[in-house]
T-cell receptor, first 113, second 112 residues
Framework: NAGVMQNPRHLVRRRGQEARLRCSPMKGHSHVYWYRQLPEEGLKFMVYLQKENIIDESGMPKERFSAEFPKEGPSILRIQQVVRGDSAAYFC???????????FGSGTRLTVV | SQQGEEDPQALSIQEGENATMNCSYKTSINNLQWYRQNSGRGLVHLILIRSNEREKHSGRLRVTLDTSKKSSSLLITASRAADTASYFCATRPTGGGNKLTFGTGTQLKVEL
């Protein structure tokens, strides 16, 4: 079991470009979460998805950010027209139906230049 | 201030000593979890304590939960240099679905 896989590990984008972050949950996990971590801070919840459904997006910025978890393939966090303030580490986590903890991926470190 | 605040922000101890970290939160919770994060890495789940539990052990870890004070503590006994990391508490609110609310973390440094 490969765990939660995120790619890329590091992503550099110029201001105004789009960033696409991918997350494959652990095998057997149907719940996916995205969190953002700014330097020297804790993680902030962004969005919670199950297959083909957004369950809770209360932590997502209203504009430029979107997430999906299609029937086939990884979950995608998409940031359009990136700005310097989007620079952060983005972590994906997954959980099974019968356990409330989160298993985390290694994160994608986004740098906007 | 946010749900889940750890105290102290930073802690430096000698190898072999015990390390105690505290966490306070604001809302009713279903459970509270502790995670470890090594520099530049993802988070590793350490231990989960449910709202109807008061104490839990796992190896060198001991967690307590006081729901009346909305606080928890993590004790690491006989610390090792490899325990050097940031430690975060995370709460799963009652009726809040499966998302976790993280505190700002305690940076633990264990010196030889």
């Amino acid at each position: 079991n490969a765990g939660v896989m995120q790619n890329p590990r590091h992503l550099v984008r110029r201001r105004g470009q789009e960033a696409r972050l991918r997350c494959s949950p652990m095998k057997g996990h149907s719940h996916v979460y995205w969190y953002r971590q700014l330097p020297e801070e804790g993680l902030k919840f962004m969005v919670y998805l199950q297959k083909e459904n957004i369950i809770d997006e209360s932590g997502m910025p209203k504009e430029r950010f979107s997430a999906e978890f299609p029937k086939e393939g990884p979950s995608i966090l998409r940031i359009q027209q990136v700005v310097r303030g989007d620079s952060a580490a983005y972590f994906c986590a997954s959980s099974p139906d019968d356990w409330p903890g989160n298993i985390f991926g290694s994160g994608t470190r986004l740098t906007v230049v | 201030s946010q749900q889940g605040e750890e105290d102290p922000q930073a802690l430096s101890i000698q190898e072999g000593e015990n390390a105690t970290m505290n966490c306070s939160y604001k809302t009713s919770i279903n459970n509270l979890q502790w995670y470890r994060q090594n520099s530049g890495r993802g988070l590793v789940h350490l231990i989960l304590i449910r709202s109807n539990e008061r104490e839990k052990h796992s190896g060198r870890l001991r967690v307590t939960l006081d729901t009346s004070k909305k606080s928890s503590s993590l004790l690491i006994t006989a610390s090792r240099a490899a325990d050097t990391a940031s430690y975060f508490c995370a709460t799963r609110p009652t009726g809040g679905g499966n998302k976790l609310t993280f505190g700002t973390g305690t940076q633990l440094k264990v010196e030889l």
